[in-house]
């Protein structure tokens, strides 16, 4: 089979003027929205992630940014050379200044994947995994108690079990997120007559 050799020269060059555009946008986009997500809830603005950004704009903004992600990670996978590491970990702080958890999830999971594709699995490679994993679910928890507040998520979420609501927020999202299609679908099952007609 032929295989496919990486450029990783051209794919640092790419990445760079990626990032340098990246950035640019990301400094307009923040003149424009008058700030970020982060400080808005610092100094109690009504203000959230919603309004931030250039309305049709932002979507296209935070898929480059996953790519220079992802281009780092492909970099780091492929020369060992850990300031490609440290790329994507500065890169990675951005995500709490937007207080998005949606790309953040969906970096991660990019990542980890990436990472189960270039390297020799064993035991210990498992077990950081799931480390990081946990880790993840409990930022992702507090980014939403930041967001939103604990207690209103609570209510939201109505556990109905006490011990639930002591647990981090972030099982608690990943719960919800497991069992709200399952309820979805009783729900449609019990109540929704179907359209038949045109």
Known sequence: ?????????????VTKKLLKFWISC????????GGVPFIWLLIGSDKTYFDFGIKGVHGLVNAIYGVIIMSY???Y????QKKYL???GIL???FFFLITRQLLVLTLVELVFLLLLSVKLSVKVYAKILLGMLIMVCIFGWLGDFRSGHDAFIALAQPRYEWLTNIPSGVLWVLIYITTPIA?????????IP???F
């Open 92 to 94: 990675f702080f951005f």
């Open 184 to 192: 979805n679908m009783q729900h449609i099952e019990a109540n929704v």
């Open 86 to 88: 440290r790329y994507v």
């Open 26 to 33: 990301s400094v307009l986009e923040i003149i424009i929205s």
């Open 195 to 197: 359209e038949d007609t």
């Open 73 to 75: 990670g492909i970099l």
């Open 77 to 80: 996978v492929s020369t060992k």
């Open 1 to 13: 089979k032929p295989s496919i050799q990486l450029n990783t020269i051209k794919l640092n060059k």
